[in-house]
């Protein structure tokens, strides 16, 4: 059973950083791309940054390329999202999520494990 579990959300300033982390059990972590996601109320779920199965390769969205940072570390079983120069537009739910064998994009249906979400919240 795969499990996700997403830590370090919560309240912050406008300009300010957070970093998030997600710890993941069951499956072979190092076989698998990890995505964030995030969804702010009202709107559609959206892939915010993925990184391939060994850590080598990347990828953001547009509006969040120069200030988000995803990284892995495959000996703990973990992913981490640290985000810099935020803004209310970053305020949402975000999720981890492990992308299904070879894929690695940042679309939602690419994933089918997810962990419950933490809360960010920016405030200016």
């Known amino acids: 059973q795969v499990q996700l579990v997403e830590s370090g959300g919560g309240p912050v300033q406008a300009g300010g950083s957070l970093r998030l982390s997600c710890a993941a059990s069951g499956g072979t972590f190092t076989m698998y791309c990890m995505g964030w996601f995030r969804q702010a109320p009202g709107k559609e779920r959206e892939g915010v940054a993925r990184i391939s199965p060994g850590g080598s390769s990347a990828d953001y969205a547009d509006s969040v390329k120069g200030r988000f940072t995803v990284s892995r570390d495959n000996a703990k079983n973990m992913v981490y999202l640290q985000m810099n120069s935020l803004g209310p537009e970053d305020t949402a739910i975000y999720y981890c999520?492990?992308?299904?064998?070879?894929?690695?994009?940042?679309?939602?249906?690419?994933?089918?494990?997810w962990g419950q979400g933490t809360q960010v919240t920016v405030s200016s």
């Open positions: 999520a492990r992308a299904s064998f070879g894929r690695c994009g940042l679309s939602r249906s690419e994933y089918d494990y």
